[in-house]
């Protein structure tokens, strides 16, 4: 199976900050990397597809690049209702795994 | 717009089996891939298995194999997802997800349906 090494972990921020999640692959996925928001109680939501693209409706502070083994998720000025979990997803081959999570906390 | 509505919560003995549920509106469940993830509590989720349209079959995950068996209602457009043998670390929320296939993303999901397995 394909490990998925999701860093930090958790992650406390301010309303304005610019925040950088990674995500590592045990193996070449070529771009078949998604990223999601959970909040509590809720279901995930797809934020990135194919490692660098905006999911419809999704505001353009977010953002995600890499390729391959190494990956990058990004949201340029944080705002009050991202404080969230994000997880990072492949699904180049069966089984599709996800990252452990990165928790983002209000500073 | 589709939209995937899951069964109510269980609660089972260790040994026990589950159906998990998800109804489909505003498609056709055969124009879907429909999959499904469950998450323990405080945990990452897991992929559990689904159609796979390239395949032409259900796709298990081989932590499940010979436990899980995911099948459709066409007639209802519903989806099911059947657990046996269940153990308490089976303790999840279980989703239904629809893989839109471009990059296979789970773009939608289901609200969740709480299992417990207690003795």
């Known amino acids: 199976d394909i490990q998925m090494t999701q860093s930090p972990s958790s992650l406390s921020a301010s309303v304005g900050d610019r925040v950088t999640i990674t995500c590592q692959a045990s193996?070449?996925?070529?771009?078949?990397l998604n990223w999601y928001q959970q909040k509590p109680g809720k279901a995930p939501e797809v934020l990135i597809y194919?490692?660098?693209n905006l999911e419809t409706g999704v505001p353009s502070r977010f953002s995600g690049s890499g390729f391959g083994t190494d990956f990058t998720f990004t949201i340029s000025s944080l705002q009050p209702e991202d404080f969230a979990t994000y997880y990072c997803?492949?699904?180049?081959?069966?089984?599709?795994?996800f990252g452990q999570g990165t928790k983002l906390e209000i500073k | 717009q589709v939209q995937l509505v899951q069964s109510g919560a269980e609660v089972k003995k260790p040994g026990a089996s589950v159906k998990v549920s998800c109804k489909v509106s505003?498609?056709?469940?055969?124009?879907?891939?429909i999959h499904w993830v469950r998450q323990a509590p405080g945990k990452g989720p897991e992929w559990m298995g689904g159609?796979?349209?390239?395949?032409?079959?259900?796709i298990y995950a081989q932590k499940f194999q010979g436990r899980v068996t995911m099948t459709e209602d066409t007639s209802t457009d519903t989806a099911y997802m059947e657990l046996s043998s269940l153990r308490s670390d089976d303790t999840a929320v279980y989703y239904c997800?629809?893989?839109?296939?471009?990059?296979?993303?789970?773009?939608?999901w289901g609200q969740g349906t709480m299992v417990t397995v207690s003795s």
């Open positions: 997800a629809k893989n839109r296939g471009d990059l296979n993303v789970f773009h939608i």
């Open positions: 505003g498609y056709t469940l055969t124009e879907l891939s």
């Open positions: 159609f796979e349209p390239e395949d032409g079959e259900v």
């Open positions: 193996q070449d996925i070529s771009n078949y």
């Open positions: 194919g490692a660098s």
């Open positions: 997803q492949q699904y180049v081959d069966v089984p599709s795994t």
